[in-house]
């Protein structure tokens, strides 16, 4: 075990508190464009990598694709078995880990990763691991949150407050840039767009306390941060970068995240 696989645990603490399954409600469009992108439909044997509560893998259920699930905390995969269970659709969810997929080589045509294989602390790994399942001539599909992005900087800014990472650490943003990916996929053909997610809400005081009570990495944060008095003046810094990027006049808030969704070609 390295130094760096204590970034799992704290991952599955991290998307296990909160309420992860109104963030996915949030972000439902990245999956959309991905399952698109990677051309599931019927016929097609289709993983999704860190399904959370089981969006991308869903929609390409619905598509007619058959479906496998994986993620590192149980309590999604249980609310993506439910969600399945409820829309009728067949869909195997599993709890697994990324960096040691437990498929033969070759076993998928498509396999999609939404705001999920990022997070994997061996980036390499991960990446090698989806390239492994995926037969060739098949597609894989990533979506990562850019650097400098509105969520690449809210997780800069949650990072630079948090006691430092493990030795090693590679931040997971760095899945939203082209030189990046082309990397961790050297030999593949990579093909990059950059999109947006929108968020709303009543007022950013209003989105501010919903995340504190729903969004994973706030919950950590604030959990940490809090005993310390260190809380406040991240929460300040916070609510200036969504103030900074919001596009409403009328009180409210609209802002967009930037996320780069990267289209890799298996040879
Ligand atoms: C932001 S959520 C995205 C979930 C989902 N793809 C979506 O679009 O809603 C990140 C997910 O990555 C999962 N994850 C983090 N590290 C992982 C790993 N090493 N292997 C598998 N899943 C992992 C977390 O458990 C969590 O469900």
Redesign the pocket.
């Known amino acids: 075990m390295s130094g760096l696989d204590v970034i799992?645990d704290r991952?599955?603490h991290m998307?296990t508190i909160g309420d992860?399954a109104a963030?996915?409600e949030m972000?439902e469009g990245?999956?959309e464009a991905a399952v698109d992108r990677a051309g599931a439909g019927a016929g097609k044997r289709v993983l999704?990598?860190?399904?959370?509560?089981g969006?991308?893998a869903l929609i390409a259920a619905r598509s007619g694709a058959s479906v496998t699930g994986?993620?590192?905390?149980p309590k999604?995969i249980e609310i993506a078995t439910e969600r399945a269970r409820e829309a009728g659709l067949e869909a195997e969810f599993i709890v697994?880990?990324?960096?040691n997929l437990p498929f033969d080589d070759d076993s998928f045509d498509c396999v999609t990763?939404?705001?999920?294989v990022m997070?994997?602390p061996h980036q390499q790994r991960?990446a090698d691991e989806l390239r492994r399942v995926c037969r060739p001539g098949g597609r894989i599909v990533t979506c990562a949150w850019t650097p400098t992005g509105l969520n690449g900087r809210m997780f800069g800014l949650i990072g630079a407050n948090m006691p430092p990472p493990p030795e090693g650490f590679q931040p997971p943003v760095l899945w939203g840039t082209e030189e990046r990916v082309s990397e961790l996929f050297a030999g593949s053909e990579v093909s990059v767009e950059t999109l947006m997610v929108p968020f709303e809400d009543d007022s950013i005081e209003e989105w501010m306390a919903r995340n504190e009570r729903i969004l994973g990495p706030t919950v950590m944060a604030k959990e940490v941060l809090e005993a310390d008095g260190k809380w406040d003046s991240l929460r300040e810094e916070l609510t200036a970068l969504y103030a900074g990027a919001n596009e409403a006049t009328d009180g409210t808030m609209h802002v967009e995240a930037e996320y780069l969704l990267a289209a890799i070609d298996v040879a």
Not at 48 to 53: E, K, L, N, Q, S
Request: charged residues 20%; aromatic residues 12%; without cysteine.
């Open positions: 799992k991952q599955r998307w992860y963030i996915a972000i990245a999956s999704d990598v860190a399904t959370g509560t969006n991308a994986l993620d590192l905390t999604l697994g880990d990324a960096e990763s939404v705001f999920g997070f994997a991960a």
